[in-house]
């Protein structure tokens, strides 16, 4: 499959779905969507730019400092006021669940730990548990996206840094 083919087909599996079944929005004032936030922008995947050709008016798509596999640049997609929600990049649609590598190379599904920041459905002890049907289909969608080179390659990468962001904020918060 294309990546093209790729993200289509994990767009449309996601496109209905939420965190939970009521809005989340509610709960945080949108927190993840704030585009007041000149800083906010979430990573593509690799090739994921290609669902933005033209690149839409909301949105703003540049080089990350971040890179993967062989030195590879991550792009990072910027949105300057509310998407079109049909469109939203695949980091929003999962979010604050993310994909990882652990050290045996197995690929989990899991809260990403940097999204407690912002949501409440992160933190430990959250009121509200995520639906089942989002997670088990965040599962399904990689278990098909992480079989494409770049995008495993990429996965290693984005779990090395959540490990080390991780261990910055625990040191930040035994000080
Ligand atoms: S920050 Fe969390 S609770 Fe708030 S809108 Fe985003 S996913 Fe929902
Ligand atoms: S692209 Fe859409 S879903 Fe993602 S942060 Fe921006 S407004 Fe929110």
Same mark, same amino acid.
């Given at each position: 499959m294309t990546k093209r083919e790729l993200y289509q087909k994990a767009y449309r599996l996601l496109d209905e779905l939420t965190p939970i079944k009521t809005d989340c929005g509610e709960l945080c004032n949108k927190a993840c969507c704030d585009s007041n936030d000149v800083d906010a922008g979430m990573y593509l995947f690799p090739g994921e730019e290609v669902m933005y050709r033209p690149v839409p008016p909301w949105l703003k798509i540049e080089k990350s400092d971040f890179t993967y596999g062989r030195n590879k640049p991550v792009n990072i997609a910027i949105c300057t006021e509310p998407c079109e929600r049909s469109l &939203?990049?695949?980091a929003c649609r999962i979010f604050p669940l993310t994909p990882y590598i652990e050290d045996n190379g197995n690929m989990i599904i899991k809260i990403d730990p940097r999204s407690a920041v912002l949501c409440p459905?992160?933190? *430990?002890?959250? @009121?509200? *548990?995520? @639906?089942?049907?989002f997670i088990d289909t965040v599962v399904r969608v990689f278990r098909f996206?992480? &079989?494409d080179k770049d995008i495993r390659a990429y996965i290693l990468s984005l779990s090395q840094l959540i490990d080390e962001e991780e261990e910055?904020?625990?040191?930040?918060?035994? *000080?």
């Open positions: &939203r990049p695949l459905l992160a933190r *430990k002890n959250a @009121d509200y *548990k995520l @639906d089942e049907e996206l992480a &079989r910055y904020l625990r040191s930040f918060f035994q *000080k």
